[in-house]
T-cell receptor, first 108, second 116 residues
């Protein structure tokens, strides 16, 4: 079973920041938080991951709370091409278990 | 970047036939490969994990005799759906990891299987 909880859907206006929350209250000490997204009928795409500290790359920022029980993925300037299902997944050096994810719709 | 390809991208077959799907890591050696299945409007479901040269580890409820996985080299894994039936119609996706990637999984584009 997936160990994360995400809202099933969210909307965002083009050009605005998209903030996608994820709850993972049962996270263990050595588990990373991974974010992937899946555009319709394609394979998932890696976005970012983190353990304790906040992370940023060219795609997004990841904010992890101090107790590590929740995190937020931030797409700073959403575009129409960011419309996808976003998955928050806990993982270590083994398999990833996908939950239902958040369907993000970016509209003009 | 790390690229994973799948072949074919789509396949249609008759009920009772077997279908082989290939997953290749194009520019890196994959220590581990994973096979997922995704039904319409559902999330990805992990089917099995395979390491080069050893038997695949199947998830609970996945029939190992029906979904044959061969991981003969560090760049190629194959999934064979044996005696396919319409209920096996699905989107099959593979992924691969490399030792230097902090367990980041690189996904293939998927193979859409339709069994008539």
């Amino acid at each position: 079973d997936a160990k994360t909880t995400q809202p099933p859907s969210m909307d965002c206006a083009e050009g605005r920041a998209a903030n996608l929350p994820c709850n993972h209250s049962t996270i263990s000490g050595n588990e990373y938080v991974y974010w992937y997204r899946q555009i319709h009928s394609q394979g998932p795409q890696y976005i970012i991951h983190g353990l304790k500290n906040n992370e940023t790359n060219e795609m997004a920022s990841l904010i992890i709370t101090e107790d590590r029980k929740s995190s937020t993925l931030i797409l700073p300037h959403a575009t129409l091409r960011d419309t996808a299902v976003y998955y928050c997944i806990l993982g270590g050096y083994n398999k990833l278990i996908f939950g239902a994810g958040t369907r993000l719709a970016v509209h003009p | 970047g790390a690229v994973v390809s799948q072949h074919p991208s789509w396949v249609i077959c008759k009920s009772g036939t077997s279908v082989k799907i290939e997953c290749r890591s194009l520019d890196f050696q994959a220590t581990t490969m994973f096979w997922y299945r995704q039904f319409p409007k559902q999330s990805l479901m992990l089917m099995a994990t395979s390491n080069e040269g050893s038997k695949a580890t199947y998830e609970q409820g996945v029939e190992k005799d029906k979904f044959l996985i061969n991981h003969a080299s560090l760049t190629l894994s194959t999934l064979t759906v044996t005696s396919a039936h319409p209920e096996d119609s699905s989107f099959y996706i593979c992924s691969a990891t490399r030792t230097s990637s902090n367990n980041e999984q690189f996904f293939g584009p998927g193979t859409r299987l339709t069994v008539l």
